[in-house]
């Protein structure tokens, strides 16, 4: 078998929560040693403390974030633990954070600070709002950004208010598009020899996605709304329909579909009506058209209509997380990974999403704070014992 594509690519990480962890996950599952960098000070990354699985020091939130990483501890507010980094900048390729815009100048963790030691580094730095402007100092969240970008104000139930999504997207985006920066630079440094400064932001993030319905309104001031059934804003019919027993989704992205639909439904009076012939005319008339195809879902269950439609018009049954979960596909997929953790037993976890055919996939639960500070130091860094333990005594680890 042969290794993982990023073996031997070396991460030094200052990240917590979600969109830096998320990144640094899924290069470390790709083969990468990450060595995440938590302060002693504060008993690590605030995640070791999220509920409601949790025991001290460690929670499965955590530990869904940061499997195949190892743990250092360094407190950069001291003379010894400022030492500690910039000898660990010349064995790394990489150093990364998510903290705020204003912080990694601050700390030392930026491209002016290390490049002098190791040129060829990578510094990327992942935060809220960038590391200029008048927002560099804010912290920044990823239900902050649904809701000032746009995102809350066309999501969840026209009668209702505006809602943001079950799942922090914008935080897994963000770190999505961190690990692009990081490959991508770390692709310019083996061409140039010089590593740079490369930077992703929430806000920027947000925005990015926004696509489609940015250029609408940028140009033609289009004004999404939220409709029922979570329907898209121009293609019909693309939305949820309630069924017999409950509910299905269907996409109809294609003219083709729409035919194919009324056949199952075996509407030919549906298929022929003009108001229904185009996407123009279906958008045009969009309420009868709703109306219509709801009338046909009401007639069977969710079962009978992914049946009927399964191989001919796009189409999903809406899931509750368990179910979702243990569909025997994700199995057959190696979407789920298991891992043994020394108190919670085995744990099941999300598999990253890229695959490489006859590569050595290795999963290991996510470390104890500070687990690898002694091996690393010895090892990587040639310290001796007494270093070490002075070290400990000026509170640097």
């Not at 640094?24 to 790709?30: H, I, K, S, Y």
């Not at 950004?145 to 809350?152: F, L, N």
């Not at 943001?164 to 690990?179: E, K, T, Y």
Request: hydrophobic content about 40%.
């Amino acid at each position: 078998m042969e290794s993982l594509p990023l073996a031997g690519v070396r991460i030094l990480a200052f990240s917590q929560f979600g969109a830096g962890p998320f990144a640094t996950l899924n290069l470390a599952d790709l083969g990468a040693e990450v060595i995440k960098v938590e302060d002693p000070s504060t008993g690590g990354e605030v995640s070791r403390f999220v509920p409601p699985y949790r025991i001290p020091g460690d929670s499965l939130y955590f530990q869904s974030w940061n499997r195949n990483k190892r743990s250092i501890t360094l407190n950069l507010r001291t003379a010894e633990g400022r030492q500690v980094l910039r000898d660990l900048a010349r064995i790394v390729d990489v150093v990364f954070n998510n903290l705020r815009g204003d912080q990694p100048a601050k700390l030392g963790i930026d491209y002016a600070a290390l490049g002098p030691v190791n040129p060829k580094i990578v510094c990327c730095s992942l935060n809220a709002f960038g590391s200029e402007g008048p927002r560099a100092k804010e912290p920044g969240y990823d239900y902050l950004m649904q809701a000032m970008t746009g995102y809350m104000s066309i999501t969840g139930d026209p009668c209702g208010p505006p809602a943001a999504c079950g799942v922090s997207f914008i935080d897994h985006a963000a770190g999505f598009a961190a690990a692009m920066a990081i490959l991508s630079s770390l692709y310019a440094a083996e061409k140039t020899g010089l590593g740079q400064n490369v930077e992703v932001s929430l806000l920027d993030i947000a925005y990015s996605m926004l696509t489609y319905l940015a250029i609408w309104n940028l140009n033609k001031g289009f004004e999404p709304v939220r409709y029922p059934g979570s329907a898209h804003q121009t293609l019909v019919p693309v939305q949820t329909f309630r069924t017999k027993d409950g509910f299905v989704t269907i996409f109809c992205g294609k003219e083709k579909f729409w035919l194919e639909l009324c056949e199952a439904f075996g509407d030919e009076a549906l298929a022929r009506d003009p108001r229904f012939a185009t996407f123009q005319a279906r958008f045009e008339h969009r309420e009868e058209a709703v109306a219509a195809v709801q009338a046909h879902f009401l007639e069977r269950t969710t079962a009978e209509w992914l049946e009927a439609l399964r191989d001919k018009v796009p189409c999903a049954p809406v899931r509750d997380l368990s179910e979702a979960l243990r569909d025997p596909e994700l199995i057959e997929r190696g979407a789920v990974v298991e891992l043994d953790h020394p108190v919670f037993g085995r744990v099941l976890e999300v598999n990253t999403p890229v695959r490489f055919r006859g590569r050595r996939e290795v999963h290991r639960r996510a470390p104890t704070l500070g687990e690898d500070t002694e091996s690393i130091l010895k090892k990587d860094l040639q310290y001796a014992d007494e270093k070490i333990a002075a070290l400990r005594s000026a509170g640097a680890i």
